[in-house]
């Protein structure tokens, strides 16, 4: 499952130029250097963002008093949608061929992709990454910004909370999926 091509684009719109936003409180840089440099400055972006979330706030505040057209209720929604976003570590787990995210505490998320299926994103289960969900137009997302764990002592951790959980993974399908 993923997004349309229209709710992908409208995400990844609002989303690039909040992490540039988050990006630009706490360093120095412009659009075009923080567009350009691709995936490591928005990996320190989101840190930011999600250690401050009132940094969504202060964006709405900035966009509103910066531009003439005004924050729209769609924008609105979807940035209340991220900052109740969760930025953790996650297990990654296939199950009939759809990605499922298990964090520590094995609360279940059912992962939705932005520009394609979740499924081609990973080669190996059970995977340890970092990364941000969030709800959005109904499905869950990660933000596409994936930091795969390669840490042997987080990896082991997984594998055994993964071969505790296995069982119940695979025959339990009444497992809370959702958000």
């Known amino acids: 499952m993923i997004l349309s091509y229209d709710e992908s684009e409208f995400f990844m719109n609002i989303y690039t130029a909040l992490l540039y936003y988050a990006y630009s409180e706490f360093e120095s840089i412009d659009v075009k250097e923080f567009i350009e440099s691709g995936f490591k400055k928005r990996l320190i972006g989101r840190k930011y963002l999600f250690k401050n979330k009132y940094i969504i706030d202060e964006y709405i505040r900035d966009y509103n008093l910066a531009n003439t057209d005004k924050l729209t209720q ?10 109740n976003g969760i930025y953790k570590d996650f297990i990654v787990l296939n199950k009939d061929n759809e990605v499922y995210y298990v964090d520590y505490a094995k609360n279940i998320y059912k992962i939705a992709g932005i ?5 081609e994103l990973y080669h190996h289960y059970p995977c340890l990454v970092k990364t941000s969900i969030l709800n959005y137009e109904n499905k869950i997302i990660s933000d596409g910004l994936i930091e795969v764990i390669k840490n042997k002592y987080d990896l082991k951790a997984s594998k055994l909370i993964y071969r505790d959980f296995e069982k119940e993974f695979n025959t339990n399908t009444k497992l809370k999926i959702e958000w």
């Open 74 to 83: 769609k924008e609105l929604d979807l940035l209340a949608e991220i900052k």
């Open 115 to 119: 520009k394609e299926e979740p499924i």
